[in-house]
């Protein structure tokens, strides 16, 4: 009897716990135009340019008493072609479960890391800008190109405005327990019209723990993964890091706003051979933006970004000067058409995709194939549906 009961009052929980699973996503296309794509112009209709395209599935359980149970599982793909996107990983954007409760979330699974979380949104090209107008290849990866694996993330709830969360990621190596470890830490102050941000990322072994966890294949271990100029001749490092920071303030229909990151690439050499090993590549990155609601449904915006990373054995440093613009008209809550315009110009000499000596940099905006020489131009006109 008493059995039984139990089991009632058991089935009886089950049967009230309030859960949900919400299917949803994006489909972003449109028509971009290069000026210059490995020395040609180019025309191409390509997909997830203002944000990826995507899909996904999210969920949560009410387990009583302030807590429940979520999960989310998110793939990207390629509109103008169907295929997977992130190397073709079947859930390559995120799959993470945890538990959700008035202390926090902590969740287990493929996450982003603090640096995309706190001061990622803050950039252009998280914004309205695109990614193409991201900071030059996403060096800082503000724009989100590369995720976290094996990742144990908590983030805790509002105090006043301000939130902060932290992620580590196991490395998973017997007997070297750091070698592929990530690691990173960020805080959030929003109160009103000022938002304020700042983060940290290390990776050790960026190569495969950071840099190669985009592939459906295995790794590459001994050459860069790497894939834009600005930056692949670093891939040997043994230790990648970004501090990163930003801040923007509204005042009416008006928001002015800037980020800052400092990378750096200790260690070079330590992943392969590299005519720099032993070496450290730094950069700085800053950027001013602007954007402004003319009207509920019409938002414009532009930005300026400047990147300057150091000498590289006595030659002219590499600098990289974008500019941006955009606008964007909401036809309803879930649809909207844009349009965005990117320019970069590089200058100075960088190492070399092998990391065997150097090479003059070319200007590479993020995504696209690299120009010829130190100008590239894009533009684009796009539609994003959100479903």
Not at 13 to 41: C, F, P, R, W
Not at 47 to 67: P, Y
Not at 120 to 142: C, K, V, Y
Not at 227 to 244: D, K, N, R
Request: with cysteine; charged share 10%; net charge neutral.
């Amino acid at each position: 009897m008493g059995c039984a009961f139990s089991l009632a009052l058991g089935l009886t929980s089950v049967v009230h716990a309030q859960s949900s699973v919400t299917l949803y996503g994006i489909v972003d296309e449109g028509l971009t135009m290069i000026t210059n794509s490995g020395g040609k112009h180019q025309y191409l209709l390509n997909s997830g340019v203002l944000q990826s395209s995507r899909w996904g599935l999210r969920g949560s359980e009410d387990l009583g008493a302030g807590m429940k149970t979520i999960f989310r599982i998110e793939s990207g793909f390629d509109a103008s072609t169907g295929k997977l996107g992130q190397g073709g990983l079947g859930f390559g954007r995120q799959a993470y479960v945890g538990v959700e409760s008035n202390y926090g979330t902590v969740t287990l699974g493929r996450q982003y890391d603090s640096v995309v979380d706190f001061v990622g949104p803050l950039e252009a090209g998280d914004q309205w800008a695109s990614s193409m107008g991201a900071h030059p290849g996403d060096i800082d990866n503000f724009n989100n190109s590369y995720r976290t694996n094996n990742a144990i993330k908590y983030t805790s709830p509002s105090y006043g405005g301000f939130t902060f969360g932290g992620v580590y990621s196991l490395g998973g190596i017997a007997g070297d327990y750091s070698r592929n470890q990530v690691w990173s830490v960020g805080g959030q102050f929003s109160n009103g019209p000022l938002v304020l941000s700042a983060a940290y990322l290390n990776v050790r072994n960026p190569n495969v723990a950071f840099f190669g966890n985009s592939t459906s294949g295995t790794v590459n271990t001994t050459t860069s993964n790497v894939s834009s100029p600005i930056y692949s001749g670093f891939g040997s490092a043994h230790t990648y890091q970004v501090l990163g920071a930003g801040g923007a303030y509204t005042v009416g229909a008006a928001t002015f706003g800037a980020t800052y990151s400092n990378v750096k690439f200790y260690g070079l050499g330590s992943s392969y051979a590299s005519a720099f090993a032993g070496q450290t590549a730094t950069f700085n990155n800053a950027e001013v933006n602007f954007k402004y609601q003319i009207t509920p449904a019409l938002l414009a915006g532009i930005a300026y970004d400047y990147l300057h990373g150091s000498s590289v054995n006595g030659n002219s440093a590499p600098k990289y000067n974008q500019g941006m613009a955009g606008l964007d008209y909401f036809l309803s809550k879930r649809t909207d058409i844009y349009v965005v315009a990117d320019y970069q110009h590089a200058s100075g000499y960088t190492a070399n995709s092998a990391g065997t000596g150097v090479t003059r940099a070319v200007a590479a905006l993020p995504t696209l194939s690299a120009s010829s020489n130190s100008n590239q131009f894009a533009a684009r006109i796009g539609i994003r549906h959100k479903f």
